[in-house]
């Protein structure tokens, strides 16, 4: 009981470094296009900024 208080008001915090790791594992590691080559983290932060520019425009517009 005392530890289940100490986690749910991190809850959120910890399902958002959830839901970005499995976002870079899909992203990296399932789609064989994005590591291709030799700079294979661009690929991998160019989603990462499209991906945010998305969700931003979706709260600010919708």
Do not use: R
């Amino acid at each position: 009981m005392l530890i289940a208080g100490l986690v749910v008001p991190a809850m959120p915090y910890l399902l958002s470094f959830a839901a970005g790791a499995m976002l870079y594992v899909v992203v990296e590691e399932l789609i064989p296009e994005m590591s291709a080559g030799e700079h294979s983290n661009i690929g991998v932060i160019s989603f990462a900024i499209g991906f945010s520019l998305m969700m931003a425009l979706d709260v600010a517009l919708g």
